[in-house]
């Protein structure tokens, strides 16, 4: 089946350390993969994604390269800000057999970062 | 604009209310969820609206009950629901559930849901 594998939290990092966060995942086919983060109280937003090998998604720092040899989409950032603080979900996008993707997102069990100042 | 909105953000409700989550999105998006998320637990899917039509019930109990008047809003139907339904029930949009690749799912900020 497909599943969606994340390092264990908590993670905690001091303010301008380096960030990775582990994700493997499983899959038939060639899924699309994404980093959501949800920060206190609040819903899911969308961080970035990739939709084939050796992409690369990036925004607000952040950077996952998409690697179809070790199935793994880590999530990095250079130097971590206080407001990092959030839970971040590694997903898949399911592909059917066609190829192209389900709209039925397959979770990892997320990751809690605190920065501390 | 990847905006999806949600009414009410927070809700309490006793076991033997009725009550309705409401969800509006103006991306033109033809794919709606109703997703159900527990403290600490990632998000669980409970249902798929394609084309305005039921596409996938994963296998929710019948207290709650899904609604797609258009193409632009979703609501759910709450009724005898139990304390333990209490959580984060959060909907989100995408351009269609099937056949196209890379089909990126947006999410709204989601209604606090307590039961007592």
């Known amino acids: 089946g497909n599943s969606v594998t994340q390092m264990e939290g908590p993670v905690t990092l001091s303010e301008e350390a380096f960030l990775t966060i582990n994700c493997t995942y499983t899959a038939t086919g060639y899924p699309s993969l994404f980093w959501y983060v949800q920060y206190p109280g609040e819903g899911l937003q969308l961080l970035l994604k990739a939709t084939k090998a050796d992409d690369k998604g990036s925004n607000k720092g952040f950077e996952a390269t998409y690697r179809k040899e070790t199935t793994s989409f880590h999530l990095e950032k250079g130097s971590v800000q206080v407001s990092d603080s959030a839970v971040y979900f590694c997903a898949q996008n399911r592909p059917n057999a066609g190829g192209t993707s389900y709209g039925k997102l397959t979770f990892g069990q997320g990751t809690i970062l605190t920065v501390h100042p | 604009d990847t905006e999806v909105t949600q009414t009410p953000k927070h809700l309490v409700m006793g076991m033997t209310n009725k009550k309705s989550l409401k969800c509006e999105q103006h991306?033109?998006?033809?794919?709606m969820y109703w997703y159900k998320q527990k403290a600490k637990k990632p998000p669980e899917l409970m249902f798929v609206?394609?084309?305005?039509?039921?596409?996938i019930n994963e296998s929710v109990p019948s207290r709650f009950s899904p609604e797609c008047p258009n193409s632009s809003l979703l609501n759910l139907h709450l009724h005898a629901l139990q304390p333990e339904d209490s959580a984060l029930y959060l909907c989100?949009?995408?351009?269609?559930?099937?056949?196209?690749?890379?089909?990126?799912?947006?999410f709204g900020e989601g209604s606090w849901l307590t039961v007592v």
């Open positions: 989100a949009s995408s351009q269609d559930y099937g056949g196209r690749t890379g089909n990126t799912i947006y």
């Open positions: 609206y394609s084309y305005e039509k039921l596409s």
């Open positions: 991306m033109g998006h033809r794919a």
